[in-house]
């Protein structure tokens, strides 16, 4: 059983956090409008053909981005998933927020939210919305503090845990509601491959049924159908495209030639933990395009519903594409012309792709370089709910931005930290990127310095030609982390 996270003082500033009287919404027709969160697992900044992709169809984010705004210098809380989520939920970043890895508890789940965390749910729950979360959650295991329902969801449905959703074809899937049993919701037909040393229910199918996202989909379409008389938050972190590569054949038919073969030429890598693909360009590609189909429902039921015009859709990914599970982000150009990839700090690992929908609100075909992060939708959603966003977040708003109201107000830097593969940090200060890596067993670790301006690539490390403003970042980087017991960057 996990004790309380200790932040030293800034844990006090968490459990500490309130919520503020209403205030004057920007604009005087937006009455507290819809806002429904997209977020795509593990795809890349160059995955959509807005952003430049050749190879895999997705015209319906072709069409949010030609219908709404597109962000170019957007970032994920972290590199990897629950740290992302985290940040997303609590608007701060990963030198403050309460989970900065994927800290595993067996046999389902990874290490929770506290209960007296504010998020970005609670927050809405008490300006009046209904809030529903589907998909993949990451941030609590069964019976834990971080149970959606105890963190401000009416009702969640999908995995609980991270590893459960390496797979899509599972067993059951997990329905958390408001005042009510956790029940495991069976997927009829498919039966799964339990090898003792895998999660109970988690390894690969042996009969494969009931493609899992179909099944949260239709949740989320019924969550819109019976909320549309009512402000709602629709929070849906879609388990695609993470490996394994598994998707319904009707999709991948559409990377298949005449002959059942892959229109790619293939250079499959099998992976054991994961369903293996012999086709790895295709099923990956094939599950992007799935996803945007997905999308496209959700923008077809809210224009069915007529509360399109009343709706925030904001359409993004947790971190960059990966290298597992047979699929190579170079397969494809995921990440476009950034440097590395998940689990990495350069810009292809945390630099996302990020879409915002609002029909009669937000200009069509906006492109916007707003320096910005997960942290800023905290901020966001409770300026356009009406309401005070809670003290002490890192986030900023970015209403005068998406809607043109005013001036942006501009974050001093955006600050990363990474525990894993021997610790790292990155701070983004207007042009200039500082990546540290090997902090664990040395804190003061060489700075790389990057001109992103001019190097986006961040293949020209320049530090020894700036070294006031690596002392600068130096600073930053000392001043932005706050230890955590739990996920230790540092060796004491």
């Known amino acids: 059983m996990y004790k309380s996270i200790s932040f030293i003082s800034h844990l006090i500033l968490i459990l500490s956090f309130t919520v503020g009287c209403a205030q004057k919404p920007p604009k005087d027709e937006i009455q507290k409008p819809n806002i429904i969160y997209i977020l795509?697992?593990?795809?890349?900044?160059?995955?959509?053909?807005?952003?430049?992709?050749?190879?895999?169809?997705?015209?319906?984010l072709d069409r949010m981005a030609e219908e709404g705004m597109r962000f170019t210098q957007h970032y994920s809380g972290s590199?990897?998933?629950?740290?992302?989520?985290?940040?997303?939920?609590?608007?701060?970043?990963?030198?403050?927020?309460?989970?900065?890895?994927?800290n595993e508890v067996l046999p389902i789940g990874q290490y929770p939210l506290?209960?007296?965390?504010?998020?970005?749910?609670?927050?809405?729950?008490?300006?009046?919305?209904?809030?529903?979360?589907?998909?993949?959650?990451?941030?609590?295991?069964?019976?834990?503090?971080?149970?959606?329902?105890?963190?401000?969801?009416?009702?969640?449905?999908?995995?609980?845990?991270?590893?459960?959703?390496?797979?899509?074809?599972?067993?059951?899937?997990?329905?958390?509601?408001?005042?009510?049993?956790?029940?495991?919701?069976?997927?009829?037909?498919?039966?799964?491959?339990?090898?003792?040393?895998?999660?109970?229910?988690?390894?690969?199918?042996?009969?494969?049924e009931t493609y899992a996202p179909d099944v949260i989909q239709e949740r989320v379409i019924t969550f819109i159908e019976e909320n549309s008389d009512q402000?709602?938050?629709?929070?849906?972190?879609?388990?695609?495209?993470?490996?394994?590569?598994?998707?319904?054949?009707?999709?991948?038919?559409?990377?298949?030639?005449?002959?059942?073969?892959?229109?790619?030429?293939?250079?499959?890598?099998?992976?054991?933990?994961?369903?293996?693909s012999e086709m790895p360009k295709a099923t990956y590609a094939a599950m992007v395009t799935y996803l945007d189909a997905r999308?496209?429902?959700?923008?077809?039921?809210?224009?069915e519903q007529g509360i399109s015009e009343n709706t925030l859709v904001i359409f993004s990914s947790d971190n960059g594409s990966y290298s597992e599970g047979g699929y190579h982000y170079s397969m494809h150009n995921s990440n476009g012309e950034l440097r590395g990839g998940k689990r990495d700090l350069y810009e292809g690992g945390i630099r996302v792709p990020v879409i915002a929908w609002w029909p009669g609100q937000i200009e069509r075909n906006q492109t916007s370089d707003h320096i910005s992060g997960f942290q800023d939708m905290m901020p966001t959603f409770t300026e356009l709910a009406g309401i005070n966003a809670p003290v002490g977040i890192d986030g900023i708003s970015m209403v005068p931005t998406l809607l043109g109201t005013g001036d942006q107000e501009s974050h001093e830097y955006l600050y990363?930290?990474?525990?894993?593969?021997?610790?790292?940090?990155?701070?983004?200060?207007?042009d200039w990127k500082a990546v540290r890596?090997?902090?664990?067993e040395n804190?003061?670790?060489?700075?790389?310095?990057y001109n992103l301006s001019e190097d986006l690539s961040e293949e020209n490390n320049v530090a020894e030609q700036y070294p006031d403003i690596v002392s600068e970042m130096d600073s930053i980087f000392e001043a932005a982390h706050i230890p955590s017991e739990t996920f230790q960057l540092f060796e004491e």
Not at 79 to 102: D, E, K, Q, Y
Not at 437 to 440: N, S
Request: hydrophobic content about 30%; overall charge negative.
């Open 79 to 102: 590199t990897v998933c629950a740290p992302a989520r985290s940040i997303l939920m609590t608007g701060l970043h990963s030198g403050h927020a309460p989970i900065r890895g994927n």
């Open 114 to 208: 506290q209960y007296g965390t504010q998020t970005i749910p609670k927050v809405l729950k008490d300006a009046g919305y209904a809030t529903g979360a589907f998909g993949k959650w990451g941030l609590g295991y069964p019976g834990s503090e971080g149970m959606p329902s105890l963190q401000g969801f009416d009702t969640f449905f999908g995995y609980l845990g991270q590893r459960r959703a390496h797979y899509y074809y599972p067993e059951f899937l997990f329905l958390d509601q408001k005042g009510s049993e956790l029940q495991r919701v069976p997927l009829e037909g498919n039966q799964v491959n339990d090898d003792p040393d895998r999660h109970p229910g988690s390894g690969p199918p042996i009969v494969a």
């Open 231 to 276: 402000p709602f938050f629709i929070y849906h972190p879609s388990p695609i495209p993470h490996a394994s590569l598994e998707v319904p054949d009707e999709y991948l038919e559409m990377y298949l030639d005449e002959n059942g073969e892959s229109i790619f030429e293939e250079e499959p890598t099998p992976q054991s933990h994961y369903v293996n």
């Open 40 to 60: 795509a697992d593990d795809l890349g900044y160059g995955d959509l053909g807005s952003y430049g992709q050749e190879n895999i169809k997705t015209p319906n």
């Open 295 to 303: 999308v496209g429902e959700i923008l077809d039921k809210l224009e």
């Open 443 to 449: 804190r003061d670790a060489p700075i790389e310095l």
């Open 437 to 440: 890596l090997g902090v664990r």
């Open 416 to 430: 990363w930290e990474f525990h894993e593969q021997g610790g790292k940090q990155a701070i983004r200060k207007g």
